[in-house]
């Protein structure tokens, strides 16, 4: 094995120099061209956020169990597995205009679940919130095998999180129909 000693720019030939100039210029080029803004590129347009937007209140339309937070529930359900069903044909396509379309619309329906009954534990009907929010994991999941050729990412997850919507589906609806019962 041969060991290299670096030279000094005056040690070096003219030739050696030459090499090292064009070598510097072609990195100098090369990083000139992935780092410098193109034409085509317009400014982002970044709408004024909040100062502090985890302290923003978000407001639930059900905060109790009510006839009107059971009919809610029940047309954000089936809102929701529609748009499930609908999806199964979408994937099927695998047209990624349509996949990217759906998915926004499963994600619509995970923000309207939490604008209606909340999106955690701590919300008394906030079960409902969490099943959308598991109806668009499932669709997540979903497309991921579908982009990785029908495997998915973590073995089983399809399944997983449509057996958390399922679960959190119905602990809503009845959250709901009990605290319709102790109210009668």
């Given amino acids: 094995m041969m060991k290299s000693k670096s030279r000094s720019w005056a040690e ?6 030459k090499a ?23 400014p982002l347009n970044i709408a004024p956020q909040p100062e502090n937007p985890v302290l923003t209140p978000v407001v639930v339309t059900f905060k109790r169990a009510s006839p009107e937070a059971l009919v809610a529930a029940n ?3 089936a809102d929701v597995e529609q748009a499930m069903e609908l999806g199964l044909n979408i994937l099927k396509s695998k047209n990624l205009k349509l996949l990217g ?13 939490k604008d209606l009954f909340g999106a955690t534990i701590a919300d008394p009907l906030g079960r409902c919130g969490i099943a959308g929010n598991f109806a668009r994991t499932w669709w997540r999941a979903q497309v991921g095998a ?39």
């Fill in 12 to 17: 070096m030939s003219a030739g050696e120099r």
């Fill in 20 to 42: 090292v100039l064009i070598g510097w210029l072609a990195v100098l080029a090369i990083g000139t061209y992935f780092f410098w803004p193109s034409e085509s590129v317009e």
């Fill in 75 to 77: 047309r954000y359900f």
């Fill in 101 to 113: 379309e759906h998915s926004r619309q499963f994600s619509v329906l995970a923000d309207q679940g």
């Fill in 146 to 184: 579908v982009m990785n050729g029908g495997v998915e990412s973590t073995p089983n997850e399809i399944k997983s999180d449509f057996t958390i919507y399922e679960s959190s589906r119905v602990d809503c609806l009845n959250t709901i129909s009990e605290g319709l019962q102790s109210n009668s």
